[in-house]
């Protein structure tokens, strides 16, 4: 079973990239664009646990880097500690709650700041800015904006199990 949900989550992620690199730039306020996939790894990382997103994180940024051709390793490195990150709060006991309740978009919020910080750290070269206006521009809106899409996302989440 275990081998079948990981086929399963790496083969939604091929999707999730198409719409990511072309239909949500278009989505852009300004320079800032929401993160899907982090959205998709949160979810796995809750319902599964820490080591499965960190390694979920790990294969997603990999494939990202490759299909997309940014830096190898900056978008692996980031979703690996976004993984490993919404992992923590993985618990048979609060795994629902944590998925229904507003506590998936703060999970969602934190796990994208950390992606984004990280993967910023390594895009932005340009040292004549200040470092709080690269980190407001290039982290914290992505991940506010990543956060209220889960938080719409949410509402399409069934809020008990039919069987």
Partial sequence: ???SQYIISILLFFPLLLIQTTIV????IDTVIPDLIIILLVYYS???GQIY???LGFTYGFLFDII??????SAMIA????GFTAGYFSSENKQDQNLVSYNFA???LLSSLIDSTINA????????????????????LPAIYTAALALMGMIFYPKRKMF
């Fill in 53 to 55: 997103g960190s390694i």
């Fill in 106 to 108: 703060l999970i969602v």
């Fill in 1 to 3: 079973m275990i081998k």
């Fill in 68 to 73: 997309t051709g940014s830096l190898l390793g």
């Fill in 25 to 28: 730039p278009l989505l852009a």
């Fill in 46 to 48: 809750i319902t599964q």
């Fill in 79 to 82: 979703k690996t500690m976004a």
């Fill in 121 to 140: 750290f390594f895009s932005s070269i340009n040292f004549t800015s200040n470092i709080f206006l690269l980190f407001f521009q290039y982290a914290l």
